[in-house]
């Protein structure tokens, strides 16, 4: 008996099983350890339907998904990767698991959404989350398995700025030291990380140039690993440079826990600290909550334009604008309607401070801002900055209702300049003198194609929000103590409130219509739009009533 090759070969099967201890040991301190997701009252659950959207939105990132798992991710204003998706692997199977197959329920909250698939040997809870003031995402894998598995995570790599910017030279590289995906361009100015601590492996990619399908990287799952540790999928971007943005990939990889539960906390502050309602109706109850987080998540602090209100969200795919994710003024003023009134003032404080910093020097304040507009020369080579007329008095009308709501008169005194001046846009597009700014000296109102603007010369959506505007002007005129500009505005309210129930009243249909012509007739055209001055109290009680009915 060769004792020698028996001792070697021992040796060697205990410096494998070390090593293979240690690996594993190395891998479960690198997973976050499992903690329980706090409890939220307002959380919804039910059986998942996969194609049905969901979003996990920060105020600088943001995943767009659907129930399937399928998922884009953004940092501001870049769309990082789309298409991304989870298959497992059983050991002793031959063939992948897709994770879409096997999702059943899906659980929502404010902070996060949880998409559970079940199968025979495993559960897997996939938590999507974008901590609320980072620059990237997470996606918690709370694994219950008896066999080992493995998750290849696949996805179209991007970084592509909203339309219409653009980038050149992109390119992506497995970094091992990371265990993630690089996603970057031939300066290295912009750049996104896509990995987990738990991926031991990404497939090649060609040099200096993006691969022309999906990217792939595996993660091992150890079953009494996972019992005790998620296995989290980190998403980081940037457009500073390279160095920030692996220095975030690392403290989201190393905080998962403190990034939870401060995006828990936001939107505790927000369910609490704001108005509430309590009616007799449990459901009316629970989507006012939710009604107010969807608004909370159109506020987006863009790194080169800065903090503000955008229009809403939906994927991109393999477009370039997730949803209306831009910065409308005239979404803005509207929205603001709801979010003072449940008491967010500051949120509005901030948009309406964003939207003077872009106001023009006329006056006229901005209808949309490509979140990309810090790429490009937006507001000097593309027509859509000041497409719109409603936004200029809609802006004033919205910051008084702020005010009026608030008391907050520093902010009066901050925006006094940009409101005159808007207001001033408002009299210098007035050439008929009845009042009211026209469709067809200043922009676009409520309606941007079809027969609505045929021969359009003012919409009764545009006649009250200037009508508005002139209300508001005279009343913070007389707290600003400038009389001459307060009387001025009482002529000039007068002088719309008599067109707008005059000129727009159709004593034959016995309703309000939508626009006047230039050829001097009335447009009577059915629309909505009546609604606005209605909203405002501006119309004639009786008519008004006439109208509705």
């Known amino acids: 008996m060769n004792h020698s090759r028996i001792i070697a070969t021992t040796l060697s099967s205990i410096l494998v099983l070390l090593i293979s201890a240690h690996a594993s040991a190395q891998n479960a301190q690198s997973l976050p350890e499992k903690f329980a997701l706090p409890q939220n009252p307002i959380e919804l659950g039910r059986y998942s339907r996969k194609d049905v959207y969901f979003d996990a939105v920060g105020r600088?990132?943001?995943?767009?998904?659907?129930?399937?798992?399928?998922?884009?991710?953004?940092?501001?204003?870049?769309?990082?990767?789309?298409?991304?998706?989870?298959?497992?692997?059983i050991e002793g199977q031959d063939s992948p698991i897709d994770f879409s197959s096997s999702v059943d329920k899906v659980i929502a909250r404010p902070e996060s959404t949880t998409l559970v698939a079940t199968n025979q040997l495993f559960t897997i809870k996939a938590t999507y989350f974008t901590p609320i003031n980072e620059q990237g995402s997470i996606i918690l894998l709370d694994i219950d398995t008896a066999r080992p598995l493995t998750l290849t995570i696949s996805f179209v790599p991007d970084l592509k700025p909203m339309w219409p910017g653009g980038l050149g030279g992109?390119?992506?590289?497995?970094?091992?030291?990371?265990?993630?995906?690089?996603i970057s361009e031939s300066r290295r100015k912009y750049n996104a990380f896509f990995g987990s601590p738990g991926a031991v492996r990404g497939v090649a990619t060609p040099a200096h140039q993006l691969a022309s399908g999906a990217l792939r990287f595996d993660i091992k799952v150890d079953p009494k690993t996972a019992r005790n540790h998620f296995y989290p999928l980190i998403i980081a971007g940037g457009i500073n440079g390279r160095q920030p943005v692996i220095d975030l990939y690392n403290r989201l990889a190393g905080t998962v826990q403190e990034q939870y539960q401060a995006t828990f906390n936001h939107y505790r502050s927000l369910r609490e600290k704001m108005m509430s309602i309590e009616t007799p109706e449990p459901a009316l109850n629970l989507a006012f909550e939710w009604a107010k987080a969807a608004m909370d998540?159109?506020?987006?602090?863009?790194?080169?334009?800065?903090?503000?209100?955008?229009?809403?969200?939906?994927?991109?795919?393999?477009?370039?604008?997730?949803?209306?994710?831009?910065?409308?003024?005239?979404?803005?003023?509207?929205?603001?309607?709801?979010?003072?009134?449940?008491?967010d003032f500051e949120s509005m404080r901030a948009a309406f401070r964003f939207l003077a910093k872009f106001q023009r020097a006329d006056g006229k304040i901005t209808h949309e801002i490509s979140q990309a507009a810090g790429m490009i020369k937006w507001f000097e080579e593309y027509p859509y900055a000041f497409y719109h007329a409603d936004t200029t008095p809609f802006y004033i009308a919205a910051v008084y209702n702020l005010y009026r709501q608030s008391g907050d008169i520093k902010l009066i005194e901050e925006l006094w300049p940009n409101l005159k001046n808007a207001y001033q846009f408002c009299i210098d597009n007035d050439s008929d003198g009845d009042g009211i700014l026209e469709n067809s000296k200043?922009?676009?109102?409520?309606?941007?194609?079809?027969?609505?603007?045929?021969?359009?010369?003012?919409?009764?959506?545009?006649?009250?929000?200037?009508?508005?505007?002139?209300?508001?002007?005279?009343?913070?005129?007389?707290?600003?103590?400038?009389?001459?500009?307060?009387?001025?505005?009482?002529?000039k309210y007068q002088r719309a409130f008599a067109s707008l129930n005059e000129l727009y009243w159709n004593q034959t249909e016995g309703r309000y219509i939508y626009a006047l012509t230039k050829s001097g007739k009335q447009n009577t055209e059915v629309t909505a739009w009546a609604a606005v001055p209605m909203m405002f109290g501006q119309l004639d009680a009786r008519r008004a009533s006439l109208t509705r009915s």
């Open 60 to 89: 600088k990132a943001a995943i767009f998904a659907r129930e399937s798992g399928t998922f884009e991710s953004w940092v501001f204003p870049m769309k990082l990767f789309h298409n991304a998706a989870i298959s497992i692997s």
């Open 170 to 182: 992109q390119s992506a590289g497995w970094r091992d030291d990371l265990k993630a995906f690089v």
């Open 297 to 343: 998540k159109g506020m987006i602090d863009n790194p080169e334009l800065g903090y503000g209100l955008v229009a809403g969200w939906g994927p991109a795919e393999g477009g370039a604008r997730p949803g209306f994710g831009w910065f409308f003024g005239g979404d803005a003023a509207i929205n603001s309607y709801a979010m003072t009134g449940y008491g």
């Open 442 to 491: 200043a922009g676009l109102g409520a309606s941007e194609l079809g027969s609505l603007l045929e021969d359009l010369h003012q919409d009764i959506y545009l006649a009250a929000t200037n009508l508005e505007a002139s209300f508001a002007i005279r009343e913070l005129a007389e707290i600003m103590k400038d009389t001459q500009l307060r009387d001025l505005a009482e002529q």
